[in-house]
């Protein structure tokens, strides 16, 4: 179990030392939690497949086994990444992230409805909001809570030293929508719900349970999803590339609207499956009805 001393171990040594000895200690560690954590590695593995499939490769074990030791080791990268940019400087980040199709933010931000900022679990999320404020724009960010409070309270303050005004999960509806009248940016990861309000698409060729909350907020809002996502490249420098806004063109239009959101996913998670970090079983858990 990951305790609030492992974090801050990993606060403090993600700020001290040398980026490729903090990258390599992470994969060490990454590899010990991928060798300990059975559930999560078969169910990464899992993944993996039903990605690659739809795409229309058939791998075998081994092929299975790197890619999922792969996401973890990326994982362990990203963790060290959250600690070790939350103090840098906006110049520092621009140096790592390299932006694509920046125009797409005016175009969403145009209409001054405010513009709900859809991503995933994938990559690095977290360095696009440090972006996105780095350049001087106010960004809210939809944000679960940990289960332990001391944990909770060091990623909330690791946020809020970037500049982000963090919305909790589970009571963010009316807060997101007061933020869109004043013609803000709200972030949300639209890969995993973890509330009842979900919606079942079509997602790499299976039935997947995805959140419903950005479409619906975009529809009762009136603002724009504008889809982004910061990939990791292969020498660790990263892209935030962003896709053209969806326009939300009243409730009627909501299945279509989130299939073109799925249809983005899709390419996007597709293009770097082990950059996709879902530790639990998301094809078998989207069978599982949600308690009300």
Same mark, same amino acid.
């Given at each position: 179990m990951i305790t609030y001393a492992s974090y801050r171990l990993a606060a403090f040594l993600s700020r001290r030392l040398p980026r490729r000895w903090l990258y390599r200690l992470a994969r060490d560690v990454a590899d010990l939690f991928y060798a300990a954590d059975r559930r999560g590695r078969t169910a990464v593995q899992r993944n993996l497949s039903v990605i690659l499939q739809a795409r229309g490769e058939r791998p075998d074990?081994?092929?299975?086994?790197?890619?999922?030791?792969?996401?973890?080791? *990326?994982?362990? !990268?990203?963790?060290?990444d959250f600690f070790r940019y939350s103090l840098s400087t906006a110049d520092e980040v621009a140096r790592i992230v390299r932006c694509e199709h920046e125009e797409y933010i005016d175009a969403a931000l145009a209409p001054g409805k405010g513009v709900l900022v859809v991503s995933a679990h994938v990559g690095n999320w977290e360095l696009g909001g440090m972006l996105w404020t780095a350049r001087g724009r106010r960004l809210n960010a939809v944000a679960l809570p %940990?289960? #332990?409070? *001391?944990? *909770?309270?060091?990623? %909330? /303050?690791?946020?809020?030293?970037?500049?982000? %005004?963090?919305?909790?999960?589970?009571? &963010?509806?009316?807060?997101?929508?007061?933020? =869109?009248?004043?013609? /803000?940016?709200?972030? #949300?990861? &639209?890969?995993?719900?973890?509330?009842?309000?979900?919606?079942?698409?079509?997602?790499?060729?299976?039935?997947?349970?995805?959140?419903?909350?950005?479409?619906?907020?975009?529809? !009762?809002?009136?603002?724009? #999803?504008?889809?982004?996502?910061? =990939?990791?490249?292969?020498?660790?420098?990263?892209? =935030?590339?962003?896709?053209?806004?969806? &326009?939300?063109?009243?409730?009627?239009?909501?299945?279509? #609207?989130? &299939?073109?959101?799925?249809? @983005? =996913?899709? /390419?996007? @998670?597709?293009?770097?499956?082990? %950059?996709?970090?879902?530790?639990?079983?998301?094809?078998?858990?989207?069978?599982?009805?949600?308690?009300?």
């Open positions: 074990d081994a092929e299975l086994s790197r890619m999922a030791r792969q996401t973890f080791r *990326n994982f362990g !990268k990203y963790v060290a %940990q289960r #332990l409070r *001391n944990v *909770n309270r060091l990623f %909330q /303050e690791q946020r809020a030293s970037r500049g982000l %005004q963090v919305l909790p999960l589970g009571r &963010a509806a009316a807060r997101v929508l007061e933020c =869109l009248r004043r013609g /803000e940016a709200v972030a #949300l990861l &639209a890969d995993r719900d973890v509330t009842p309000r979900s919606v079942t698409v079509p997602f790499f060729g299976s039935p997947a349970r995805l959140p419903s909350g950005p479409v619906r907020l975009a529809v !009762k809002s009136g603002a724009p #999803l504008l889809p982004g996502f910061v =990939l990791r490249q292969p020498d660790d420098t990263f892209v =935030l590339r962003y896709y053209p806004p969806l &326009a939300p063109e009243g409730r009627a239009a909501e299945p279509a #609207l989130q &299939a073109r959101l799925a249809r @983005i =996913l899709e /390419e996007v @998670i597709g293009a770097q499956p082990h %950059q996709w970090f879902m530790f639990r079983d998301f094809w078998s858990e989207s069978e599982t009805p949600l308690e009300p």
